[in-house]
């Protein structure tokens, strides 16, 4: 069955870094635009970051632009989101989706809290 599980959240310092990986099974990866969203306590969902097939087009929130960077492995099912110079307002679960057409699966999410 498809499966997209997050890892690579916590606990860091403002200003600090973190890696988020998502990987993926049970569809053909290399035919999904990817993305990450995420949410924060009270807050609806929102798009961070997306990164299509293909040609690999990437689209970041005005928030992350410059610090967040979104890439793909095709040959891991994998997609990943660099987050740089972190601020406590990045602070949500973050959420990976695939999607091709109408299709589209979530992940069940990772927690990433900044925080002095």
């Known amino acids: 069955q498809v499966q997209l599980v997050e890892s690579g959240g916590g606990l860091v310092q403002p200003g600090g870094s973190l890696r988020l990986s998502c990987a993926a099974s049970?569809?053909?990866?290399?035919?999904?635009?990817m993305s990450w969203y995420r949410q924060a306590p009270g807050k609806e969902r929102e798009l961070v970051a997306s990164i299509t097939s293909g040609v690999y087009t990437t689209n970041y929130a005005d928030s992350v632009k410059g610090r967040f960077t979104i890439s793909r492995d095709n040959a891991k099912s994998t997609v990943y989101l660099q987050m740089n110079s972190l601020k406590p307002e990045d602070t949500a679960m973050y959420y990976c989706n695939a999607r091709r057409g109408s299709g589209r699966y979530w992940g069940q999410g990772t927690q990433v809290t900044v925080s002095s």
């Open positions: 049970g569809f053909t990866f290399s035919l999904y635009a």
